[in-house]
């Protein structure tokens, strides 16, 4: 079974501070996402990875940057957290172009105050 | 603005029933099509996926896929009230790695 792990499951930060979520998936596969989810909104692509040191900008990329330094590990940064960007943040992967299934891990709640 | 639609519900059905959830897609550049269901406070879960015109069956889940009408159906057949979740529709074009999810139809069955 594919296992994406995610290092948070509940974070409380204030405003202006740096935040980093990390994502680890065991399957060596190429592609890595970040989405936020909000009630009423669904989900909305922050950012995506298909390869090591790749990465492409989703539908809402402004605050945030990401960095994937190895295959498994894709994170997220808050360069300066908002409460704006208080919100549920899922990782995903994918094994390839092919298949298009996503697996994601647990998610982070995020809190900024 | 490319799309994916479904009625947020809640879809009520009794338990045995046969629970029918309904999106429509407008990129008709997406090849794939999946369904995720999601339990509340929990992460979205792949439950089936379908590529080509036609049904596909896995158990108590039949999905059905319209290309020509952009129309994707989940059907759950002898629904149980542990079937009650919000049903993710998502679409996804491999060429340009737009994948586009709708915003869920809460389904509950009641017992």
């Known amino acids: 079974d594919v296992k994406v792990t995610q290092s948070s499951r509940y974070l409380v930060k204030r405003t202006g501070e740096k935040v980093f979520l990390e994502c680890v998936q065991d399957?060596?596969?190429?592609?890595m996402f970040w989405y936020r989810q909000d009630p009423g909104l669904g989900l909305r692509l922050i950012y995506f990875s298909y390869d090591v040191k790749m990465k492409e900008k989703g539908d809402i990329p402004e605050g945030y940057s990401v960095s994937r330094e190895k295959k498994e590990r894709f994170s997220l940064i808050l360069e300066s957290a908002s409460t704006n960007q208080t919100s549920m943040y899922l990782c995903?992967?994918?094994?390839?172009?092919?298949?298009?299934?996503?697996?994601f891990g647990e998610g982070s709640r995020l809190t900024v105050l | 603005q490319k799309e994916v639609e479904q009625n947020s519900g809640p879809l009520s059905v009794p338990e045995g029933a046969i629970a029918s959830l309904n999106c429509t897609y407008s990129?008709?550049?997406?090849?794939?099509f999946f369904w995720y269901r999601q339990y509340s406070g929990k992460s979205p879960e792949l439950i089936m996926s379908i590529y080509s015109n036609g049904d596909k069956e896995d158990g108590r889940f039949t999905a059905q896929l319209n290309k020509a009408s952009q129309y994707v159906s989940l059907l759950i057949r002898d629904s149980q009230p542990s079937d009650s979740a919000t049903y993710l529709c998502a679409a996804f074009s491999s060429g340009t790695y737009k994948y586009i999810f709708g915003t869920g139809t809460r389904l509950k069955v009641l017992a």
């Open positions: 995903a992967s994918m094994e390839g172009r092919d298949t298009g299934e996503l697996f």
């Open positions: 399957m060596d596969h190429e592609n």
């Open positions: 990129d008709r550049g997406s090849q794939s």
